[in-house]
């Protein structure tokens, strides 16, 4: 029904994070390199994690530039 949100594997939200975030989207970079330093939907990766939210808060995502 229109409304209700579908699951999503966190792999697959990190395959589409990583796309959109080659694409300049800080809030993609941001959610994959939170993704990243968790280990969610993949193998941990600290050092490309803070990377990602290092280019987020270049890109003005506020909330990354907290992160880093």
Not at 30 to 38: C, T, V
């Amino acid at each position: 029904p229109e409304g209700e949100s579908i699951p999503i594997s966190a792999k697959i939200a990190n395959t589409f994070f990583k796309k959109g975030c080659k694409s300049g989207s800080a809030l993609a970079c941001y959610s994959l390199g939170i993704n990243l330093r968790s280990g969610k939907g993949g193998k941990k990766d600290k050092s490309r994690a803070t990377e990602l939210l290092e280019q987020a808060c270049q890109g003005g995502h506020e909330a990354a530039c907290a992160e880093k």
